[in-house]
C-alpha cells in the first residue's frame, strides 16, 4: 500500500491468446487509464502480449492499494471484453514484485518493452503496436544503464543444478516451472 513502483503481470484466463488485437488493446486502455485515476495509481509501462499484460505502475499517493487498484481493472476490463465478445478474460491473480531500492522504474519498464522482441514477435520495441505509457511519450523508450532482471530470474540464475555430467542447468535452460 502507498507510494510504491510495481512491476505486475496479469495472465489471460487460460493462457488464450486474446490480448494482442488491436480492438482490445484500443478499448482497454482507456479503461486502465479510468481505473489508475481512480485509484492514485499511474502507468510507466504497459506491454500487451498474446496471453498476458505486463504492467509497471506506481502508487501516488499513501492510500494506493495495489489489491483494490487490480481488482477494479480486471473486473472492469472482463466488462469491456464481454462487449467484443470475450468471457472471463484473466486468470485469477496476478503477479506482482514491489521494486526495491536498487531496481530501476525505467529499466524495468524496457524490461516490459522487450518482451515482445525476446518473443520474437517484432525485433524492435517501436514495432509492437500494444505497448504505452501515461508518463512519457511512447515510443521514447527510456535509455537505462542497468538492466532489470525479474526476481524469479534472478533466484533461477543464482541456482544452478548441476548434472550428472558436470554441465550446469537452470530451469530457464530445461523449461521447467519454478515454484512461485
Same mark, same amino acid.
Given at each position: 500500500?502507498?507510494?510504491?513502483?510495481?512491476?505486475?503481470?496479469? *495472465?489471460?484466463?487460460?493462457?488464450?491468446?486474446?490480448?494482442?488485437?488491436?480492438?482490445?488493446?484500443?478499448?482497454?486502455?482507456?479503461?486502465?487509464?479510468?481505473?489508475? /485515476?481512480?485509484?492514485?495509481?499511474?502507468?510507466?509501462?504497459? *506491454?500487451?502480449?498474446?496471453?498476458?499484460?505486463?504492467?509497471? @505502475?506506481?502508487? /501516488?499517493?499513501?492510500?494506493?492499494?495495489?489489491?483494490?487498484?487490480?481488482? #477494479?481493472?480486471?473486473?472492469? #476490463?472482463?466488462?469491456?471484453?464481454?462487449?467484443?465478445?470475450?468471457?472471463?478474460?484473466?486468470?485469477?491473480?496476478?503477479?506482482?514484485?514491489?521494486?526495491?531500492?536498487? /531496481?530501476?522504474?525505467?529499466?524495468?519498464?524496457?524490461?516490459?518493452?522487450?518482451?515482445?522482441?525476446?518473443?520474437?514477435?517484432?525485433?524492435?520495441?517501436? /514495432?509492437?503496436?500494444?505497448?504505452?505509457?501515461?508518463?512519457? #511519450?511512447?515510443?521514447?523508450?527510456? @535509455?537505462?544503464?542497468?538492466?532489470?532482471?525479474?526476481?524469479?530470474?534472478?533466484?533461477?540464475?543464482?541456482?544452478?543444478?548441476?548434472?550428472?555430467?558436470?554441465? @550446469?542447468?537452470?530451469?530457464?535452460?530445461?523449461?521447467?516451472?519454478? #515454484?512461485?
Amino acid at each position: 500500500m502507498g507510494r510504491h513502483a510495481y512491476f505486475l503481470t496479469l *495472465c489471460a484466463n487460460e493462457r488464450r491468446k486474446i490480448l494482442a488485437n488491436a480492438v482490445l488493446v484500443e478499448s482497454l486502455v482507456p479503461v486502465l487509464r479510468t481505473t489508475c /485515476e481512480s485509484h492514485s495509481f499511474n502507468v510507466n509501462a504497459y *506491454c500487451f502480449m498474446p496471453d498476458h499484460l505486463h504492467l509497471v @505502475v506506481m502508487g /501516488e499517493s499513501d492510500s494506493a492499494s495495489l489489491p483494490r487498484f487490480m481488482q #477494479a481493472f480486471k473486473s472492469l #476490463a472482463a466488462r469491456e471484453t464481454a462487449t467484443l465478445g470475450i468471457a472471463k478474460p484473466w486468470q485469477k491473480g496476478f503477479y506482482d514484485h514491489v521494486l526495491g531500492d536498487g /531496481e530501476s522504474i525505467d529499466a524495468t519498464a524496457l524490461y516490459a518493452f522487450l518482451n515482445p522482441v525476446r518473443a520474437g514477435l517484432v525485433r524492435r520495441v517501436e /514495432e509492437w503496436p500494444y505497448s504505452g505509457s501515461f508518463m512519457f #511519450a511512447w515510443p521514447n523508450v527510456p @535509455v537505462v544503464s542497468t538492466a532489470f532482471v525479474p526476481a524469479w530470474k534472478k533466484e533461477v540464475q543464482a541456482e544452478p543444478k548441476k548434472e550428472q555430467d558436470g554441465e @550446469v542447468n537452470s530451469p530457464l535452460q530445461t523449461g521447467r516451472k519454478m #515454484a512461485r
